[in-house]
């Protein structure tokens, strides 16, 4: 693709870097088959490569419109496009450079302002999150039916056991990220990796000043708002990190692609390159050391006793987005729930996005059920017991829409070994 950058970024290294991305497109329209937004609404400037056009011709100079901002803000950011692209090209990093600019350049309307500012408040702040969902919920029964649609139901009391976190006790230690969101929508989550960590002689330890990774400001839009938490999270995480913890690990595939950013985000930032870098190259998503624990693992999970009757045992696995094309980690997940004794359900279109994307569905809510209805059938249509992903915001998406229960997978492994 022939390109021609506008003066004021042309020379910067964010101007290099989208002038490489662009000029490695070559139009082939593999990706429009991967889009989830083009192959619902077919108009190719919502498909990957109608907005690459559209951000070409942003970075060129041209007038940017409400128009273009619109069809950013459908796209997903699930980037199956670059899973399907056959040139390697890196939408990923384009879109967050357009939205970047869109968002500089084109005003929004008010009532559109006020709510990315209150997602960027309120979403990435734990406390804020549990606070407001419990109004909320006091309230749902006064709230319209599509707001009580998308708003979560907190888990009501959980056994002890649910909640109980190993003490640390292992030479080898990782850090484990509580979440933003996560402990009040499925707290169970983190203390059944702790156990299934330990059970593996890895202790996890949490640093209770790490926060939001901030994949919810970078999605939409916010770079400084961006660069500043993921510095927030190198400082309080640093200690910990340099005392000797092999991984910092998160439970959420998103936030495990966020963590492995921080690198990028602040490599020309002289007072904290060398520590983002370092984090980076530590940040792990619990399927990838599963995975790289495998050996030390899978004789475990083969080894309890049969589950009691009742118990779950035909399962659907949803792979996250950010599991499969982002961080590349699709299929660790599924041998494991295998060799603990589950049977996997058939799931047809397995690489489509469920519709979640971190805020997309509170922002595009008709575009997001649609596609939720869509992955409900197929992860349904095996009739499983129970859908297990490895992402809290497909978790909490999934749930929304079925009476099948709807869990982490590390939740279903942790059930197994607790019967051996």
């Known amino acids: 693709m022939k390109t021609a950058l506008a003066a004021p970024i042309r020379d910067t290294p964010a101007g290099q870097e989208a002038e490489a991305i662009l000029r490695s497109c070559v139009h082939c329209g593999f990706c429009l088959p991967a889009c989830p937004t083009y192959q619902l609404l077919g108009d190719e400037l919502d498909s990957p490569r109608g907005r690459i056009y559209q951000m070409k011709q942003l970075l060129e100079g041209a007038a940017v419109s409400?128009?273009?901002?619109?069809?950013?803000?459908?796209?997903?950011?699930?980037?199956?496009?670059?899973?399907?692209?056959?040139?390697?090209?890196?939408?990923?990093?384009l879109?967050?450079?357009?939205?970047?600019?869109?968002?500089?350049?084109?005003?929004?309307?008010?009532?559109?302002?006020?709510?990315?500012?209150?997602?960027?408040?309120?979403?990435?702040?734990?406390?804020?999150?549990?606070?407001?969902?419990?109004?909320?919920?006091?309230?749902?029964?006064?709230?319209?039916?599509?707001?009580?649609?998308?708003?979560?139901?907190?888990?009501?009391?959980?056994?002890?056991?649910?909640?109980?976190w190993p003490a640390p006790r292992h030479a080898r230690r990782v850090v484990l990220l509580a979440g933003c969101v996560q402990p009040a929508l499925a707290p169970q989550i983190n203390p059944a990796a702790a156990r299934v960590l330990d059970r593996l002689g890895i202790s996890a330890v949490v640093v209770r000043e790490a926060a939001c990774c901030g994949a919810v400001s970078h999605h939409l839009g916010a770079g400084e708002e961006t660069r500043e938490r993921a510095r927030r999270n190198?400082?309080?995480?640093?200690?910990?990190?340099?005392?000797?913890?092999?991984?910092?690990?998160?439970?959420?595939?998103?936030?495990?692609?966020?963590?492995?950013?921080?690198?990028?985000?602040?490599?020309?930032?002289?007072?904290?390159?060398?520590?983002?870098?370092?984090?980076?190259?530590?940040?792990?998503?619990?399927?990838?050391?599963?995975?790289?624990?495998?050996?030390?693992?899978?004789?475990?999970?083969?080894?309890?006793?049969?589950?009691?009757?009742?118990?779950?045992?035909?399962?659907?696995?949803?792979?996250?987005?950010?599991?499969?094309?982002?961080?590349?980690?699709?299929?660790?997940?599924?041998?494991?729930?295998?060799?603990?004794?589950?049977?996997?359900?058939?799931?047809?279109?397995?690489?489509?996005?469920?519709?979640?994307?971190?805020?997309?569905?509170?922002l595009q809510p008709q575009l997001s059920q649609r596609l939720q209805q869509a992955k409900l059938q197929a992860l349904l249509a095996g009739s499983p017991e129970v859908i297990a992903t490895a992402n809290i915001g497909c978790l909490h998406h999934l749930r929304a829409g079925t009476q099948v229960p709807v869990k982490h997978f590390v939740e279903l492994l942790d059930a197994r070994l607790a019967l051996g």
């Open 66 to 93: 409400a128009s273009t901002q619109l069809h950013l803000d459908r796209c997903l950011g699930c980037r199956a496009c670059e899973s399907a692209c056959p040139s390697g090209v890196k939408y990923g990093r």
């Open 95 to 164: 879109l967050d450079l357009g939205r970047q600019l869109t968002e500089e350049r084109v005003p929004r309307r008010p009532l559109d302002a006020a709510r990315r500012y209150l997602l960027r408040r309120i979403v990435p702040d734990a406390g804020r999150a549990r606070g407001l969902l419990r109004l909320a919920g006091s309230l749902r029964a006064l709230l319209p039916r599509a707001l009580r649609a998308q708003l979560p139901v907190l888990p009501g009391r959980l056994p002890r056991a649910a909640l109980q």
């Open 234 to 362: 190198v400082d309080a995480l640093w200690r910990t990190v340099e005392s000797g913890a092999e991984a910092v690990l998160t439970t959420s595939s998103a936030c495990s692609a966020m963590l492995g950013d921080y690198g990028r985000l602040l490599a020309d930032d002289p007072a904290y390159a060398q520590r983002a870098a370092r984090i980076a190259a530590l940040a792990c998503d619990l399927s990838q050391l599963l995975a790289a624990e495998r050996t030390a693992l899978l004789p475990l999970l083969r080894g309890p006793r049969a589950a009691p009757a009742g118990a779950p045992v035909r399962v659907a696995f949803q792979a996250p987005c950010s599991l499969q094309h982002y961080l590349r980690a699709g299929g660790l997940i599924e041998p494991l729930l295998l060799a603990a004794g589950y049977t996997l359900t058939p799931v047809g279109d397995g690489q489509r996005c469920c519709g979640s994307a971190g805020t997309y569905s509170i």
